[in-house]
């Protein structure tokens, strides 16, 4: 049986903690920064939780997920 094949893409955008919670960046950090307040981008920078309707997509692309800390 050959082995499964990490996504690469997925495995760059997505973070696993060791208590197993996918996490990624917020999108609206990239540009256009000059408008947006301190505190809004202070909040945007930080890592978030993948939500409840797309683990399942997320885990797909990483089979080996609960190995990678």
Do not use: D, W
């Not at 996918?22 to 981008?41: N, V």
């Not at 978030?48 to 997509?57: F, P, R």
């Amino acid at each position: 049986m050959p082995k499964m094949k990490t996504h690469r893409s997925a495995a760059k955008r997505y973070k696993v903690t060791a208590n197993g919670k996918i996490m990624k960046r917020q999108a609206g950090i990239g540009h256009l920064l000059q408008h947006k307040s301190g505190s809004r981008k202070r909040r945007i920078f930080k890592l978030v939780g993948v939500s409840e309707s797309h683990i399942k997509l997320v885990s797909k692309e990483l089979p080996y997920k609960k190995y990678s800390r």
